[in-house]
């Protein structure tokens, strides 16, 4: 049985998948699987994945169903303890594999580990260093655009990017798969924060080594679907995993983060964008979506709320 299955979901990635994969075949694990799940490419990716990479597991999907529905087929067609996510434009270093279970294994309270992501094209700084939020409504990376030896220290984090993560089976069986109302964007803060609020710990492993060359999929960091999704995916983030006393006791760091947001956006040209998403993401907010809440999680949530406090000042350098 394999120890680690890597999940790649791919959407008309044909120009990296030649990086991804030719990495993953060099890694120094010798007990994983590859999987890539196709969300109805129309660049021929699937051919040129059955003709050059064979060994590779290949699910194809009808059509472009998302980030998160991708990644969920995946994880349901693998067997292996521990699930590796990876974006389709990376690559990795050839004990990436090796190091990120081996990570997993030191914290037995972990639920994921997030790689070390470095910027493809300029390897001198960080891509990714761990993702944290706030209490201001902000998801962020740590150390993005940073000096590459910012973030050297294996430590907890909020969350784990899923762009090169490593997740525990049976704690995803336990507290559910990917949310796929989400479609992409904060889907990983989601389930990080999800598993925070059942007693569990996400943590960055700095020897485990992926290059990112980012929006590979989305096309650049900033556009209209981006920021509808990420906004609406936010506002749904927070009515799903924070009871409603921590939400009124946020109200006020929350309203002042989406005032900045807004008008941040709007100076971008994509306010209307922005607002849309924020309808939008009352709109999917339902009491059966929640995480419900328990008692003996409240310790967790206390937690939670001290970091969400912590993440302001963390997220202004100080």
């Known amino acids: 049985m394999q120890k680690v299955s890597v999940i790649i979901p791919n959407y008309n990635g044909l120009a990296y998948l030649d990086g991804v994969l030719s990495s993953l075949k060099r890694q120094t694990a010798d007990s994983y699987e590859v999987i890539l799940v196709d969300n ?8 040129y994945v059955t003709a050059a990479y064979p060994w590779v597991r290949l699910l194809r999907l009808p059509e472009n169903f998302g980030f998160c529905r991708a990644v969920n087929e995946g994880i349901k ?15 990795v270093e050839p004990d990436f594999v090796e190091e990120m279970a081996a990570a997993l294994a030191r914290h037995p309270k972990a639920f994921s580990c997030q790689a070390r992501m470095v910027q493809f094209h300029d390897r001198t700084r960080l891509d990714d260093g761990g993702n944290f939020y706030n209490a201001l409504g902000w998801a962020f990376a740590r150390g993005k655009g940073k000096d590459i030896h910012t973030c050297e220290k294996e430590e907890p984090i909020f969350a784990a990017c ?3 993560a490593i997740y525990r089976r049976k704690i995803l069986e336990k507290i559910g798969l990917f949310d796929e109302e989400h479609f992409a964007y904060l889907e990983d803060m989601d389930i990080g924060y999800r598993a925070r609020i059942y007693g ?15 929006s590979g999929t989305s096309g650049s960091r900033y556009n209209q679907f981006k920021t509808r999704y990420s906004s609406r995916n936010n506002v749904y983030l927070i009515y799903k995993n924070m009871p ?4 009124v006791l946020n109200v006020p760091f929350l309203v002042a983060g989406f005032a900045v947001k807004i008008v941040f956006f709007v100076r971008k040209g994509m306010g209307r964008e922005y607002l849309a998403g924020m309808k939008n993401g009352v709109q999917i907010s339902r009491k059966e979506k929640k995480v419900p809440f328990s008692l003996k999680n409240l310790p967790n949530y206390v ?16």
């Open 40 to 47: 109805g490419s129309v660049d021929e990716s699937c051919a």
């Open 77 to 91: 067609a693998s067997r292996a303890p521990y699930v590796l996510l990876l974006n389709n434009d990376t690559e």
């Open 162 to 164: 899923a762009g090169a």
């Open 200 to 214: 569990y710990e996400n943590w960055y492993a700095p020897k485990a080594v992926v290059y990112h060359v980012g």
């Open 244 to 247: 409603l006393g921590q939400i």
């Open 303 to 318: 937690r939670i709320q001290l970091e969400l406090w912590q993440g302001i000042f963390r997220r202004m350098g100080v």
